[in-house]
């Protein structure tokens, strides 16, 4: 394993970037089968969905990967972070959506008083971090097609949309 900075040893060494971050999306249904009526779209960009399976039925899948934060000594110096990411849950046929923000820190921005006192207090901090809410058709967001670079087989690679 090669740390983060050269040293002073006249061995190879490289730079470790750890601000590249993923989200998992899965959807299923209460039965086990959920229908393919649905749509994700990540940032306005549309994502892709797959259908695959799990213990408990049939799922789609979906990801995002961003930069989560700038390192001070980096890749990519100009690449920006997001604090945070919003997706758009699209059911087709009923035209109803929810939108979902994941937050990096406080929706708020404000800091936290201090560390997590325990398992319950950080759990709480996590789920404060995903706001939800309806749409309404009105509020629906038009679809932005991803550049090709962007797009893998199960994640939309939000450093590459343009």
Known sequence: MLGDLTTQQP???RLVDASTSRVEITL?????SIDEQ??????GHNAPLNRDRDENGDV???GARYRSFVPWLGLHPNLPARDRIRFTLLHRPSNNALELVLHDWRP????YPGLPTDRLAAAERRQQRVTIRALRGDELPTAKPPAPAAVGPYC???RRVK
């Open 156 to 158: 939309l690679d939000l």
């Open 38 to 43: 649905w749509e994700i779209r990540i940032e």
């Open 11 to 13: 061995r190879d060494s």
């Open 28 to 32: 299923n249904g209460p039965d086990g």
């Open 108 to 111: 708020d921005g404000a800091p």
């Open 60 to 62: 789609l899948i979906s």
